[in-house]
C-alpha cells in the first residue's frame, strides 16, 4: 500500500505533469529545428510565433462558444486550431517574402538571419500584445479532468490522490499525433524527401533540380502547424499570457540543442529531457520517501536539490553541460 | 494699477496675519503611482477632518487648518523626500499626515521628519520594520502593522482547530513581511509551519511550487499573495492536484474575484482582511458621501483618523510645536475618556479645552498599540457555497 501511495505521488506531482510539458517542449522544439536544419538560423521569433498561433486560435474559440457551438467533453479550441494554424502560416509566409528571402538571395551570414529573427520577434510580440493584451486569457472548456484527486482517492481508497486533467491527456495524444504524422510526411513524401535532401546538402540538392523556395514554403507552413499546436497545448494546460511565450524560448532552444539541432528525433528527446530534469530537480521529495523509508529513517528535510526559483537555471545548466561535452547534441546534429 | 497693487498688498500682509493664527498640516500620499487611484480619497478624508475643526472654530482659541499636499509617488524615496523637506522647510507644516507607502514613509522618517522633529501620522504604511524604526516618538501609524495581522490569522487557524499549515507568499516586501510575522506568530502559539516558500507572480504554471507544499504536508495552505497574480495560480493548482483543499486568505487574496474564480471549490476556507462594523465607520460613508468622494476607499478613514489625532493632541498640548503635542496623540487616541466618533471633533476639542480626557473612536475605531500604531480591526470571513461570508469581527 505504501509502495502505490508513493508511486501514486510521483506520477502526480513528476511524471504526468512533466510528461505533458515534454510534450510541449518537444512540439516547440520540433519548429525550431526544422527551421535551423532547412533555413540554417535559429528563430528567435518561435515563442511569439506560438503565441501568436494561440492568439487567434483564442480569439476563433470565444467566436464560436458566443455562438454557442462547443465539442462536448473536449475544449472548442481544437475546432479552431486549423483556423490557428492557417493564420501563422500566413503570417510567417509574409514575414519570409517581407524579411529573410531579402537574406537568402544575399547569401547571408547565419548570424544576421539570427539577429532579422530578434527583430520580428519584437514586431510579433508588439503584434499579439496589441491585439489580444498582455493579461492572462483562459479559454480552455469542458471536463477539466479525465480523472480528479478526489475521485481517485475514492474508488482506489488510497491516501494520495491522481489528478490527470483533460488537458494534459490532449497534449500528450496530440503531440503523439503531429510527430507521427510529421515523420510520415518527412520521410514518404517526395516533398518531404527534397526537403530533407535540401537540409543535408543544400548545392546538391539544388542540381537535383529541388526548388528551394518551394522547400523553403512548406517549411513554413510546418513550423506554423507545429507552433500553433504548441501554444495552444501550452494555453489549454497551462494558461495564455504573451510574456510566459517569451519565456519559453529558453526550455525551448535548450530541447533543440541539448537534443542536437536539425535533428527531429533529438528534438522530441531534448523536449523530454529538458521537462524531466527541471521537474526532478525542483520537486521536494520528502512525501514520495516518506512512504518507502522505515520509522527511523524518516527524512526531516524536505530533499529538495533546488528551490522551485531555479527552474529555469535547470535549462541553462543542461545546455552548458551538453554543449561542453557533446557539442552536437545528445543526437548526432549539426555542430554550431 | 495702483489699486491693484494696494489690494494686492493688503492680501499679502492679510495672508501672513492669518498665517500667525492657523495650523497647517502637510498631507503627503502618493498622488501618481502605483497606488495613485486611492490617493485622492485619502487626501480628501485627511481634508474632511481639517475643514471639520476650521469650522467648529475650537482648536487653541479659534485657529484654522490649512492643508498642503504633496507627491510621495509611494515608491520613489529620493522625490518623496523632497517633498517633504519643502513642506517642512517652504511651507512651514506643523504636522504631516503620511506618508503612505512604507518604502518612502521609512525614507521621510529617518531623513527627513525624525532631523526636522516633526510628527508624522502615516495612514497606510503596514510593514512590520516601521514598528521598530529609530523614530525619537514622533511617528504613529493609524494603519496596523502586518505583523498584527500575522497574530489574528493565527488566532482565526488556531480558533478553527488547525495546528500544521505550510505557507506561500508572493515574492515581495508585503508577501514577506506577512509570512515571516505569521511564521514567527502561529509557532510561538505552538503551531507547525511545515514550510514557508516564495512564489513568483505572473508565471503560468505553478504546478512545481505546489509540488513542494503538498511534499512539506500540513492541513492548510496560507496564501499571502494576490488574487489578481500568482495566488490564484497556487489554489488552482493545489485544487487540480488535490493538494490542498483548505486555503487561509490574507488581506490581499479576498476579493469578489476569488470566488469568481472558484466558486463552491474552495468551500470551508476562510481567511481575514483589515476591516470594521463600528459606529464611526458608517457615520464616515455618510460623511464622506455628503462632502462628494468615496469614503469606503482603502485607508480613507485611517487618513481621516490621523489628521483628526494631530490635531486633538495639539488642543490637549494647548500648543502647536510637534514637540509639545507629539506626547499626547497616544492619549487622546485611547480610553480612557469620552468616546468621540467622526464628526464630533468640535466637541472633542471642547472637552480638551474644559481638561478633560477623551477617547478618539474616529472611524477606523482606532486603538494605538505598542510605539504608536493601531491595534487594528480585522473582519474574519469564511467561504460557504462559493460565497464570502463575515464569521466576525476581531
Redesign the interface.
Known amino acids: 500500500m505504501d509502495f502505490l501511495n508513493a508511486l501514486v505521488t510521483l506520477l502526480?506531482?513528476?511524471i504526468i505533469?512533466a510528461t505533458a510539458?515534454g510534450a510541449q517542449l518537444a512540439l516547440g522544439a520540433l519548429g525550431v529545428t526544422l527551421i535551423y536544419g532547412i533555413l540554417r538560423f535559429s528563430n528567435f521569433a518561435h515563442g511569439d510565433t506560438m503565441a501568436f498561433g494561440a492568439m487567434v486560435t483564442i480569439l476563433v474559440t470565444w467566436f464560436l462558444q458566443g455562438a454557442g457551438v462547443s465539442l462536448g467533453p473536449l475544449p472548442t479550441a481544437l475546432l479552431a486550431l486549423p483556423v490557428g494554424i492557417a493564420a501563422t502560416g500566413l503570417l510567417l509566409i509574409g514575414t519570409d517574402r517581407a524579411v529573410y528571402r531579402f537574406y537568402r538571395a544575399q547569401k547571408a551570414k547565419p548570424v544576421i538571419y539570427v539577429i532579422a529573427s530578434l527583430g520580428v520577434m519584437f514586431i510579433m510580440n508588439g503584434i499579439v500584445r496589441f491585439i489580444i493584451g498582455v493579461d492572462d486569457q483562459r479559454f480552455a472548456d469542458g471536463e477539466?479532468?479525465i480523472i480528479?484527486?478526489?475521485t481517485?482517492?475514492e474508488m482506489t481508497g488510497l491516501e494520495e490522490?491522481?489528478?490527470f486533467?483533460t488537458s494534459q491527456g490532449i497534449t500528450i495524444v496530440v503531440a503523439i499525433i503531429a510527430v507521427a504524422l510529421l515523420f510520415w510526411f518527412l520521410n514518404r513524401t517526395r516533398t518531404g524527401k527534397s526537403m530533407r535532401a535540401f537540409s543535408d546538402n543544400e548545392d546538391l540538392a539544388l542540381l537535383s533540380g529541388i526548388n528551394p523556395e518551394r522547400v523553403v514554403l512548406y517549411t513554413w507552413l510546418i513550423v506554423a502547424a507545429l507552433a500553433t499546436t504548441a501554444g495552444v497545448l501550452?494555453g489549454l494546460?497551462?494558461?495564455?499570457?504573451p510574456?510566459?511565450y517569451f519565456q519559453l524560448l529558453l526550455p525551448i532552444f535548450a530541447s533543440a540543442i541539448v537534443g542536437g539541432l536539425g535533428n527531429p528525433l533529438g528534438a522530441i528527446l531534448g523536449g523530454f529531457v529538458i521537462a524531466f530534469s527541471?521537474?526532478t530537480v525542483?520537486?521536494?521529495?520528502?512525501?514520495?520517501v516518506s512512504y518507502l523509508a522505515p520509522e527511523s529513517w524518516q527524512p526531516d528535510g524536505?530533499?529538495?536539490l533546488l528551490?522551485?526559483?531555479y527552474?529555469f537555471a535547470v535549462s541553462f545548466a543542461i545546455l552548458l553541460i551538453v554543449l561542453l561535452f557533446r557539442p552536437t547534441g545528445i543526437m548526432k546534429g549539426k555542430s554550431i | 494699477m495702483k489699486k491693484l497693487l494696494l489690494a494686492s498688498t493688503a492680501t499679502a500682509v492679510m495672508s501672513t496675519a492669518a498665517y500667525a493664527d492657523s495650523v497647517t498640516l502637510g498631507v503627503i500620499v502618493g498622488f501618481t503611482g502605483p497606488i495613485e487611484s486611492l490617493a485622492p480619497a485619502m487626501a480628501d478624508g485627511a481634508e474632511m477632518a481639517m475643514a471639520e475643526v476650521t469650522e467648529s472654530g475650537n482648536l487653541l482659541d479659534g485657529m484654522s487648518v490649512t492643508s498642503v499636499r504633496a507627491d510621495s509617488t509611494c515608491i520613489d524615496s529620493a522625490a518623496a523626500q523632497a517633498a517633504a523637506e519643502r513642506l517642512i522647510t517652504a511651507d512651514g507644516v506643523d504636522g504631516i499626515v503620511g506618508a503612505d507607502c512604507s518604502g518612502v514613509t521609512t525614507s521621510i522618517l529617518s531623513n527627513v521628519a525624525v532631523p526636522n522633529g516633526m510628527v508624522m501620522v502615516s495612514p497606510s504604511a503596514t510593514s512590520p520594520a516601521l514598528s521598530s524604526i529609530e523614530d525619537s516618538g514622533l511617528f504613529f501609524r493609524t494603519a496596523p502593522s502586518d505583523a498584527r495581522q500575522g497574530q489574528v490569522m493565527t488566532d482565526v487557524i488556531m480558533d478553527r482547530g488547525i495546528s500544521e499549515v505550510a505557507v506561500t507568499y508572493t515574492n515581495n516586501d508585503y508577501g514577506q513581511g506577512l509570512a515571516d510575522s505569521f511564521a514567527a506568530a502561529f509557532e510561538a502559539a505552538g503551531g507547525t509551519v511545515t514550510l514557508v516558500s516564495a512564489h513568483e507572480d505572473g508565471r503560468a504554471d505553478y504546478s512545481a511550487e505546489v509540488g513542494s507544499l503538498a511534499s512539506a504536508g500540513g492541513d492548510a495552505l496560507v496564501v499571502a499573495g494576490y488574487v489578481d497574480q500568482g495566488g490564484s495560480g497556487i489554489v488552482q493548482s493545489a485544487l487540480d492536484s488535490g493538494a490542498f483543499d483548505t486555503f487561509v486568505f490574507p488581506d490581499g487574496m479576498v476579493s469578489q474575484a476569488l470566488t469568481d474564480n472558484f466558486g463552491s471549490d474552495i468551500d470551508g476556507s476562510f481567511g481575514q482582511h483589515p476591516g470594521t462594523d463600528s459606529e464611526g465607520a458608517e457615520i464616515y460613508h455618510g460623511m464622506a458621501e455628503a462632502a462628494g468622494f468615496d469614503g469606503t476607499s482603502p485607508f480613507s478613514k485611517e487618513s481621516y483618523d490621523a489628521a483628526a489625532l494631530i490635531m486633538l493632541a495639539m488642543q490637549a498640548a494647548g500648543s502647536t510645536a510637534p514637540a509639545d503635542y507629539a506626547a499626547h496623540i497616544m492619549d487622546v487616541a485611547n480610553a480612557p475618556g469620552e468616546p468621540i466618533q467622526p464628526g464630533e471633533l468640535g466637541r472633542a476639542l471642547e472637552l480638551l479645552a474644559a481638561g478633560e480626557d477623551i477617547d478618539y473612536q474616529g472611524a477606523s475605531a482606532v486603538e494605538l498599540i505598542g510605539p504608536g500604531e493601531s491595534a487594528g480591526n480585522y473582519r474574519e470571513i469564511s467561504i460557504e457555497g462559493g460565497e464570502i461570508v463575515t464569521a466576525r469581527y476581531r
Open positions: 502526480n506531482f513528476v505533469p510539458y477539466r479532468f480528479s484527486a478526489r481517485f482517492r490522490g491522481l489528478a486533467r501550452y494546460d497551462k494558461s495564455f499570457k510574456f510566459t527541471e521537474i525542483t520537486y521536494a521529495f520528502r512525501r514520495v524536505l530533499l529538495q528551490s522551485t526559483d527552474k
